[in-house]
């Protein structure tokens, strides 16, 4: 059983531009209709473009058979919204995992939409931006290495929020510049609690190369230099700002909260476990064929690589 925890605080601001917008109404396993998808939005900030997908989903009715107020609103997005234009989104930031066929935890933060406003006149000029503000549990930090086992500078930070009903939302490469890394590090040791400003980066990034190629025909010299443009992925969360501790004893979560939330934490995999799809069994010759559990996991994604902000 999952014992009880304080909610923490959990707001994440998106303002972009659309790029896709992906809704549809359907029924539950039990019948309920529902809304569910996802809005993408391009955000520029500087000379970074992130794509930030935004989840939805409600039911039609409330449990006291009244309309959804949610579920209104998400139907004029999906039948109004189109690319290009300028939207706000208000949300949380969550963590969307499954065990997959070979056994193996898919885990990432995803964002949770609640609101959307369609930006029109001067709001439409408002500056981009995919930020998340959350009260954060900091259990350590380690300096980040690149792959000549050099160290960046980058802090790569282990954390995790609290969520509605005591969930435990463990916050997936979580970074911190090298310009704010010594401060941090001071300022929040292990078991502490604040308020963390993030920003929800995923974005290619460009890098020209020159490489020298062979001449094929001409004259002169039998070698030139041209420039290949490479492609390196960033999909992560950066920390760009916070509160100091908390130390207040209402805020701030005590060891035995902490304890608890760990318990927690092994509670919901061991349940995510038990309701995974087993390995598919390999064909073992001919005539009748063991049948073979073919359940949907949570959730998918076009590349399970790639967490889809």
Do not use: W
């Not at 010594?182 to 995923?202: D, L």
């Not at 992925?233 to 005590?254: A, Q």
């Amino acid at each position: 059983m999952v014992e009880a925890l304080r909610e923490g605080r959990n707001n994440v601001e998106v303002i972009g531009t659309v790029k896709k917008v992906e809704i549809q109404e359907k029924d539950s396993k039990t019948g309920r209709p529902m809304i569910i998808g996802s809005v993408t939005l391009e955000v520029k900030e500087k000379n970074k473009v992130s794509n930030i997908r935004c989840k939805l989903f409600s039911f039609k009715l409330k449990n006291d058979g009244k309309e959804n107020g949610l579920y209104k609103g998400y139907k004029t997005v999906m039948d109004t919204y189109k690319e290009g234009d300028r939207v706000q989104v208000a949300g949380a930031l969550t963590i969307n995992e499954y065990y997959n066929q070979s056994g193996s935890l898919v885990s990432f933060n995803e964002v949770k939409a609640v609101f959307f406003n369609r930006l029109e006149g001067e709001e439409a000029n408002k500056a981009d931006k995919a930020v998340a503000t959350v009260d954060l549990v900091i259990e350590g930090m380690t300096s980040k290495i690149d792959a000549e086992n050099i160290p960046t500078g980058e802090l790569e930070v282990d954390a995790f929020a609290v969520g509605y009903n005591s969930s435990i939302i463990p916050i997936q490469k979580l970074i911190i510049a090298p310009e704010l890394a010594e401060t941090f590090q001071n300022m929040y040791v292990p078991g502490s609690t604040g308020r963390i400003t993030m920003r929800i980066n995923n974005y290619a990034e460009l890098e020209e190369v020159e490489v020298k190629q062979d001449q094929q025909a001409g004259f002169g010299s039998a070698e030139r230099v041209e420039s290949d443009v490479v492609t390196n992925y960033v999909n992560n969360l950066e920390i760009i700002g916070g509160d100091l501790p908390y130390m207040d004893g209402v805020n701030e979560y005590s060891p035995n909260d902490i304890e608890q939330a760990h318990k927690n934490r092994q509670l919901t995999l061991q349940q995510l476990k038990e309701v995974a799809t087993p390995p598919s069994t390999p064909p073992t010759g001919f005539g009748n064929a063991a049948t073979t559990n073919t359940a949907t996991p949570q959730a998918t994604t076009a590349d399970e690589d790639i967490p889809p902000f």
